[in-house]
């Protein structure tokens, strides 16, 4: 692998973007991954929302 050394004139770019605005399905908190699998019913009343945005 090579680095390359930048002289002059580079500068950063940061893109930014909100996943709910595109289409992506948004990952959830540890906390909610947890009762998903902890709770039954809990799973079973997110369950049809996941289904819909993933379409």
């Not at 930014?16 to 959830?28: L, M």
């Not at 908190?29 to 993933?54: P, W």
């Amino acid at each position: 692998n090579l680095d390359y050394v930048i002289v002059s004139g580079a500068r950063r770019q940061e893109n930014r973007w909100d996943p709910t605005e595109n289409g992506q399905i948004v990952p959830e908190t540890k906390e909610t991954q947890k009762r998903l699998f902890d709770d039954a019913m809990f799973k079973l009343e997110h369950k049809t929302g996941d289904e819909d945005a993933s379409k």
